[in-house]
C-alpha cells in the first residue's frame, strides 16, 4: 500500500491556485487542496492524509474525512512537521511506502529517516497536472465514443432532428 502524506500549508504556499486563493480565503484553500487530493487518491489508488498545523491554537486537535481524505488538525504547541514525523514513524511497514509532499528541507530529512520518501510541492504539482490531463483525455476519449443515439441515424436525419427540437421546419 502506499500512503501519501501532505504538509496542508506547506503545499497550499507553494502552488500559485492556492497561494492566491490563500489569500482571501484561507478554509477555500484547504478545501480546494483536499479536493485535489481527493482526485489523486482516485485516480492513483495512494491513501491520501493532510496535515494542517493548529501550532498556537488552543484545544483544536481534529481528524476527520473529506472526499475520502484523511484530514488532520494538529493539537496544540506541536507542528505539522512533527505530526508528518509521527505518522511516518507509526504508519512505517514493509508492506506500506510512505511519501510525503513537503518542500520543507528539515521535514525532508527528518523523513529520510524514518523510511519516507518525499515528494515536493512542485513534482506533487506536476503529477496533479498530469493526472488531470489524463482524465480530460479519457472524458473526451468516452464522448468522442458515445454514439449520439441507439439507432444509426443518417446526417440528413440528424439535422432534420435537431431543426425539429429548436422548433425550426
Excluded: C
Amino acid at each position: 500500500m502506499n500512503i501519501l502524506i501532505v504538509d496542508g500549508y506547506n503545499i497550499i504556499g507553494a502552488w500559485p491556485e492556492l497561494s492566491k486563493l490563500k489569500k482571501n480565503d484561507l478554509a477555500a484553500a484547504r478545501d480546494r487542496l483536499v479536493e485535489i487530493m481527493a482526485e489523486y487518491q482516485a485516480y492513483t489508488g495512494y491513501k491520501v492524509m493532510v496535515v494542517f498545523d493548529a501550532y498556537g491554537v488552543k484545544g483544536l486537535e481534529k481528524k476527520y474525512k473529506y472526499h475520502k481524505v484523511d484530514v488532520y488538525f494538529t493539537k496544540e504547541n506541536e507542528t505539522a512537521d512533527e505530526r508528518i514525523e509521527k505518522m511516518a514513524i507509526e504508519l512505517n511497514n514493509i508492506k506500506t511506502q510512505i511519501y510525503v509532499a513537503t518542500s520543507d528541507l528539515t521535514e525532508q530529512w527528518q523523513i529520510f529517516g524514518q523510511g519516507a520518501l518525499r515528494i515536493s510541492a512542485r513534482e506533487l504539482l506536476t503529477k496533479v497536472e498530469m493526472i488531470e490531463k489524463n482524465i480530460k483525455r479519457s472524458v473526451q476519449e468516452i464522448q468522442e465514443d458515445r454514439p449520439t443515439s441507439r439507432i444509426p441515424l443518417s446526417k440528413e436525419v440528424i439535422e432534420i432532428f435537431e431543426k425539429l427540437r429548436r422548433g425550426k421546419q
